[in-house]
């Protein structure tokens, strides 16, 4: 925090200005524990960047849905085709229950490309994480821009009970979702041991406010002209 002092040290000058300047985010403070990462609908991956992606059948980690490829489909935005080329999909109601998570704060990266459509507005759904609703009305073609696009949206999220959910809930259509990547990340310092569950905030990373990682601002006193 720094501050611009007054000089002049009269009695008589009328009290400082406050002004506050926002900080600009710092860098995620992303743990040295690698996290987890789920190729959904599709087999083992390991991608460019030498991380393995687990086909989210080995551990059953879903329930609701089935798997859909198209192999053939050249993806644009990345460089794992793999990735996005595979997807689970379904009506109603599919959900991620992941267990044997310790207890803390992660970011959850959605990945999505939209791979059977050619038009926005043909599924739309909700995404719920750990009980907070943090997307309505999701559209992947609309979001991405096209089809065969990439597009990874990034939440955070506490978890309290060692098992992590995340649910998708038709609107229109089906739900579809590429794969799921968590990394644990630092606890938020403005938060006291005592905060109650409901005070916890799932932000998605296109907030800059709700950010975690947003640094503390700092705090300008600006002298006043003595009276």
Known sequence: VASITNPIASPFAAAPTVIVVPTAPTSSPIASNPGLRINCGGNNYTDTA????EADSTHSYYTGGHSYTNLGLAIQGTSDDTIYQSERVGAGTVSYIIPNFKNGYYAVDLHFA????SAAYSRLFDITIEGKKVATNYDVYAKAGGKGVAIIETYYTKVRDGVLMITFTTKLDQISV????????????????????????????TNPIASPFAAAPTVIVVPTAPT
């Open 114 to 117: 939209e791979v059977y459509w």
């Open 178 to 205: 590429t794969g799921i990547e968590v990394l644990p990340i630092a606890p938020l310092p403005s938060e006291a041991p005592s905060t109650s569950p409901s005070e916890v905030p799932v932000a998605s990373i």
């Open 50 to 53: 030498g991380n393995l992606w």
